[in-house]
């Protein structure tokens, strides 16, 4: 027999309490116990007959309490039921009265608990404080927002032991006239967090069903090719089980037309034809999870930049078009039934921004998507319809898609976006912008891709997408953590949407290495073979100005959630610890290399303490102790780049990039202050103003800012500053540009100074891809003066940005 404790004497151990007000929604939490401690918590029933709340006030005169029926007010949004309990603190009072609702809980097992209510009222001086509490333990109040604002108080503690006789309720607290609606109290078990490798933090608000997937389209390529995949003991598995044992219930595959040339080689990428999204199909079916089948319409990779129709369809006219789709889709889908396999959901077509199937008017591309989806009604109506999108970050992108599959009545059931933490916003935007689809349109809504990167390191001798030191937010560790954590936020972020978040899938987790970087020909062969790298040369016939130049191996091994040699990451068990939150040992997980940047002959100081990130999430700083001896050799040098190597506490270890340079005589180069007076920008004739000082860290090559241009007409612009009072002598310029779609461009870097014009053309060579302009020995006069810029111009449509100039003096005169 377990001991009882009494509510005074009992120890509320470990106790997290916090409030967070979400939207109305009801939420279920998976894997919790469902035992409901509370009596009456919707108030359906007269709580002033059955005497299942207890009520208590200092003087009844100051309120009015009603069990309130939600039918008395035809404009209110009601929470749930039929009934509420209604407050009001009379005007004629004076200073803040309240009043308490509560329960006493006969007996409570030791573990971990969740307090909620919903609630409703007044805004402002109207408002209604409400502040929850269990025992002794409270939290701050939580004011109500206004008529239908309904939102979701919680409080959070633990019991050490068990426990009787608890009281839990809510003190509400108002000014005169303050009112509001109390409803669904709950008090829940909620899991107690595993002990594991890894943090997680518990997601709150995860349904039952939803969905934990992932796209393991290549897994037959690299089967083929001899990787092998093990369990967590080590041993030799289906890497399928693996997966459902970690957590995943549903698998997605890409599917492509006809990824071969005529002779049979394959295009690779997994060469993702109909027999290999069977073949995966049964697979998850046998291991108990359903099958996400993703049509790319396209024999090869469909994506914003390209949505190319299959060689077959090209001569196709548009109504001939649609019929090969509806046949195609519904016979593939037929051939999969047949086998057996669980087909939970269609996507028709892959991150379709840009068009579907070679169509780029949005009215055929709606139509070929009613192809799609009437293909899959045909075949079982019970199959959810997908479309898919990317680029959340985009302001007003994904309303507009959604508004324009509406005017086009395209049939569908769930709203899909891509979303890749380096390149697509925030995760409340992404949030934001699936809740408007969702609230707006009755859809559901998911992430169809997610990854991140655990290690910086590349497996197969193939370069990789991330981490790259410009045009990305890599604001997790790079970590087996950081990759878990990443994860869990999205998972977090989709089910914040409420019932209408439905699921994740993460991209690709098994892609891993052939062999290492050092048996690369061995992989080119394997990659050329079997199709199990990114794409393969054969490829160049369908697809000549991507894969026909950039083929070769897989760029996420290092995305995976197994390691190069096939053993599960302690980030593959997120999928499960999400329902239940999970603890490790405290330790450092991240300690990220410095850059230092000193001038020629000046004092040089490393730091003494460096910052770290703990695998719990928390930050700290630790001591460290640098290589003075090198740091001495690299300020005797002078100018140029060095390692300089420390150690702190642990035995960990960081690097410092220590770049000394000449003094950089360009005022505001990156344009990273307010103040930018110095740079002055004039534009063309007939143009209209077109570049700015753009926050955006992912367009800039340092810093937040950089020098965005772009016009739908014409881009037409000189950027430059004039520099004084230098010595005379010899000078370097550079700059860095990027950008694309810059059709007849005119683009180059200039000086002038001492009656000469210096200058050296450039180009944009796509987004990120940093053109690096120089120009070499400027003379500077006995005036001491300068003006260096940057002219561009090109036809409309063009985009880009300018970042770091550098001026520096690299001899006397």
């Known amino acids: 027999m377990r001991r009882i404790v009494k509510p005074f004497a009992m120890l509320l151990a470990i106790v997290m309490v916090f409030s967070t007000l979400v939207l109305n929604g009801h939420i279920s939490l998976a894997a919790e116990s469902q035992t409901q401690y509370i009596t009456n918590g919707g108030f359906e029933s007269n709580f002033w007959n059955d005497s299942s709340w207890d009520i208590e006030t200092l003087n009844w005169d100051n309120i009015d309490i009603q069990h309130y029926l939600y039918s008395s007010d035809t404009w209110m949004t009601k929470d749930e039921g039929d009934h509420a309990l209604k407050y009001w603190i009379k005007e004629t009072t004076t200073g803040a009265p309240s009043f308490t609702v509560k329960q006493t809980i006969p007996t409570l097992p030791a573990g971990s608990y969740e307090l909620s209510v919903k609630s409703m009222g007044g805004a402002s001086a109207e408002a209604g404080n409400i502040k929850l509490f269990a025992g002794t333990e409270t939290i701050n109040a939580v004011a109500t927002t206004g008529y239908n604002a309904w939102g979701t108080i919680t409080l959070k503690f633990d019991l050490k032991q068990d426990t009787s006789n608890l009281q839990v309720g809510a003190t509400v607290t108002g000014a005169p006239k303050a009112w509001g609606y109390l409803d669904s109290f709950t008090l829940k078990s909620v899991p107690k967090a595993v002990d594991a490798d890894i943090f997680v933090k518990r997601v709150d608000g995860l349904d039952k069903d939803f969905i934990k997937g992932v796209?393991?389209?290549?897994?037959?390529?690299?089967?083929?090719?001899?990787?092998?995949?093990?369990?967590?003991?080590?041993?030799?598995?289906?890497?399928?089980?693996?997966?459902?044992?970690?957590?995943?219930?549903?698998?997605?595959?890409?599917?492509?037309?006809?990824?071969?040339?005529?002779?049979?080689?394959?295009?690779?990428?997994?060469?993702?034809?109909?027999?290999?999204?069977?073949?995966?199909?049964?697979?998850?079916?046998?291991?108990?999870?359903?099958?996400?089948?993703?049509?790319h319409y396209s024999d090869f990779w469909a994506d914003?930049?390209?949505?190319?129709?299959?060689?077959?369809?090209?001569?196709l006219s548009f109504e001939d078009k649609k019929k090969a789709l509806y046949n195609y889709t519904k016979e593939s889908l037929k051939a999969m039934r047949a086998a057996g396999i669980n087909i939970g959901m269609v996507q028709v077509?892959?991150?379709?921004?840009?068009?579907?199937?070679?169509?780029?008017?949005?009215?055929?591309?709606?139509?070929?998507?009613?192809?799609?989806?009437?293909?899959?009604?045909?075949v079982d109506p019970n199959i959810l319809v997908a479309v898919h999108f990317t680029n959340p970050e985009t302001a007003g992108r994904y309303a507009s898609y959604a508004k324009t599959l509406a005017d086009n009545n395209v049939d569908y059931d769930v709203f899909a976006s891509s979303y890749y933490p380096f390149w697509h916003g925030t995760l409340s935007n992404?949030?934001?912008?699936?809740?408007?689809?969702?609230?707006?349109?009755?859809?559901?809504?998911?992430?169809?891709?997610?990854?991140?990167?655990?290690?910086?390191?590349?497996?197969?001798?193939?370069?990789?997408?991330?981490?790259?030191?410009?045009?990305?937010?890599?604001?997790?560790?790079?970590?087996?953590?950081?990759?878990?954590?990443?994860?869990?936020?999205?998972?977090?972020?989709v089910a914040n949407v409420g019932e209408a978040g439905i699921g994740v899938f993460y991209w690709e987790p098994a892609w891993i290495p052939m062999g290492p970087p050092e048996k690369l020909k061995q992989?080119?062969?394997?990659?050329?073979?079997?199709?199990?790298?990114?794409?393969?040369?054969?490829?160049?016939?369908?697809?000549?100005?991507?894969?026909?130049?950039?083929y070769g191996g897989s760029a996420v091994d290092n995305q995976a959630m197994f390691d190069f040699t096939g053993h599960p990451l302690a980030s593959l068990n997120v999928f499960k610890y999400v329902d239940t939150g999970a603890v490790a040992p405290l330790k450092i997980d991240e300690i990220k290399d410095i850059s230092i940047s000193a001038i020629s002959g000046e004092n040089i100081n490393l730091p003494d303490t460096v910052a770290v990130t703990y695998n719990d999430g928390s930050k700290g700083t630790v001591a460290v102790t640098w290589d003075?001896?090198?740091?001495?050799?690299?300020?005797?040098?002078?100018?140029?780049?060095?390692?300089?190597?420390?150690?702190?506490?642990?035995?960990?270890?960081?690097?410092?990039?220590?770049?000394?340079?000449?003094?950089?005589?360009?005022?505001?180069?990156?344009?990273e202050n307010n103040d930018r007076t110095m740079w002055k920008i004039s534009y063309g004739t007939d143009t209209t103003p077109h570049a700015d000082f753009q926050l955006k860290a992912s367009d800039a090559k340092s810093g937040d800012y950089s020098l965005h241009f772009y016009s739908g007409t014409a881009v037409n612009f000189t950027v430059e500053q004039t520099i004084t009072g230098l010595k005379p002598g010899y000078y370097n310029?550079?700059?860095?540009?990027?950008?694309?779609?810059?059709?007849?461009s005119e683009m180059y870097l200039f000086a002038k100074a001492g009656g000469q014009e210096y200058k050296v053309d450039t180009a944009v060579n796509g987004w990120v891809n940093w053109s690096n302009p120089q120009i070499a020995?400027?003379?500077?006069?006995?005036?001491?003066?300068?003006?260096?810029?940057?002219?561009?111009?090109?036809?409309?449509?063009?985009?880009?940005?300018?970042?770091?100039?550098?001026?520096?003096?690299?001899?006397?005169?």
């Open 523 to 550: 992989n080119q062969m394997k990659w050329e073979k079997y199709g199990s790298g990114w794409a393969s040369s054969y490829a160049g016939e369908y697809d000549p100005e991507d894969a026909g130049k950039w």
């Open 349 to 378: 077509d892959n991150e379709t921004n840009g068009g579907v199937a070679g169509e780029k008017d949005w009215t055929k591309i709606s139509a070929l998507f009613n192809e799609g989806s009437k293909a899959v009604r045909a």
């Open 215 to 295: 796209d393991v389209s290549s897994i037959i390529s690299l089967e083929n090719s001899g990787v092998k995949f093990y369990n967590e003991v080590g041993k030799k598995q289906d890497i399928f089980k693996t997966l459902h044992e970690a957590g995943v219930n549903y698998i997605r595959v890409r599917v492509w037309n006809n990824p071969y040339d005529a002779k049979g080689n394959g295009y690779g990428g997994g060469n993702n034809d109909l027999a290999k999204a069977i073949a995966i199909g049964k697979r998850a079916t046998a291991n108990g999870m359903k099958l996400l089948v993703d049509f």
């Open 777 to 813: 020995n400027i003379l500077v006069k006995e005036d001491g003066t300068i003006t260096i810029g940057a002219r561009i111009k090109a036809d409309g449509g063009a985009w880009g940005s300018l970042d770091d100039f550098y001026l520096y003096q690299v001899s006397n005169q």
């Open 430 to 493: 992404l949030t934001s912008v699936l809740k408007n689809v969702a609230n707006t349109y009755g859809k559901k809504v998911m992430v169809a891709e997610t990854s991140y990167t655990y290690t910086a390191a590349d497996g197969d001798g193939h370069g990789n997408t991330a981490p790259k030191d410009a045009g990305q937010t890599l604001n997790y560790p790079i970590t087996v953590q950081g990759q878990a954590n990443s994860v869990r936020d999205v998972i977090q972020a």
């Open 628 to 671: 003075n001896a090198a740091l001495q050799q690299a300020t005797s040098m002078g100018v140029g780049t060095y390692v300089i190597n420390g150690m702190v506490e642990g035995g960990m270890t960081i690097k410092a990039k220590l770049e000394i340079k000449p003094q950089n005589f360009v005022v505001n180069p990156s344009f």
């Open 304 to 315: 914003p930049a390209k949505q190319q129709a299959p060689k077959a369809w090209a001569n």
């Open 733 to 744: 310029l550079s700059t860095f540009l990027q950008g694309g779609d810059a059709h007849n």
